[in-house]
């Protein structure tokens, strides 16, 4: 009796520390994915900020200049609404705000059609475009961000790995040293050819074979003003490369110092 005594308390102890066990280890999993969500909604406010700015400048009126200020300064203040509230990490209520921003131009893009501005149309159906870029950004963000997949679902999604579409598709075009520049550049804010010319040092016919192979694999793509921007897969990318060096790094470090030989 006391034996089963003693091992029902033992069992007892067992299964305590197996709950407190799996706890620790969902806060640590908790934190893990927080940290990574809060890092890549900085990089997304950070890129969505200076891209769509950037973009919005670019655009030309070829038939009044005075009205192109003033656009200019609308779609600006505009964009700059969702993007205040995802820098504050209001994330539904910018989303919110960019769906709203969304069908407003997409109100006036049909109100300069009825007027016969077709120039104007232009300017709203490629703001719309970069609009609907930054959705899709969103749209990984609130990902990110909801509460991780259950241990089964995520060793079933590495179980359909099929390696060569992997390499194929994401591996082989990001595996070479120019094409990692290109994307850096973008990501920089820098997404002319001239600026890929500067960072890479190579022209013509070799710089944009590297070029068309990030857009053939879906990384980048190049919009009617001459600038690439980087696509949702392409920031995920470099956010997950630059997520894995650091760990790499870090760990590597560490090896080097336990093996490192103590002075006498």
């Not at 719309?128 to 961000?145: P, R």
Request: charged residues 30%.
């Amino acid at each position: 009796m006391r034996l089963n005594k003693e091992l029902a308390e033992l069992k007892n102890e067992v299964a305590k520390f197996r709950n407190e066990t799996d706890q620790r280890l969902d806060l640590i999993e908790h934190g893990l994915n927080k940290y990574v969500a809060l890092n890549y909604v900085r990089a997304v406010v950070d890129y969505m900020s200076h891209t769509t700015t950037n973009f919005i400048k670019s655009l030309k009126c070829p038939e009044n200049r005075e009205e192109e200020l003033e656009c200019k300064e609308e779609f600006i203040e505009i964009q700059q609404k969702y993007i205040d509230k995802l820098r504050l990490g209001r994330l539904s209520e910018s989303n919110k705000t960019l769906i709203e921003t969304i069908d407003w131009a997409k109100q006036d893009e049909q109100r300069m059609l009825r007027k016969g501005k077709e120039a104007c149309a232009i300017c709203y159906r490629e703001l719309i475009e970069m609009l609907k870029t930054n959705k899709s950004l969103f749209d990984e963000l609130q990902v990110l961000t909801e509460p991780s997949t259950q241990n089964e679902e995520k060793l079933e999604i590495i179980s359909s790995i099929r390696p060569s579409e992997l390499e194929e598709n994401v591996l082989s075009p990001i595996s070479h040293e120019v094409r990692l520049q290109i994307m850096l550049s973008i990501f920089r804010g820098n997404g002319r050819f001239v600026d890929f010319i500067a960072s890479t040092n190579l022209s013509g016919g070799h710089l944009l074979y590297h070029v068309n192979k990030l857009i053939k694999h879906g990384f980048a793509q190049k919009y009617s003003s001459k600038d690439y921007r980087l696509t949702k897969k392409g920031i995920k990318t470099l956010l997950l490369l630059a997520q894995m060096h650091k760990e790499t790094t870090a760990a590597d470090s560490k090896i080097q110092k336990s093996t490192k030989p103590s002075s006498a």
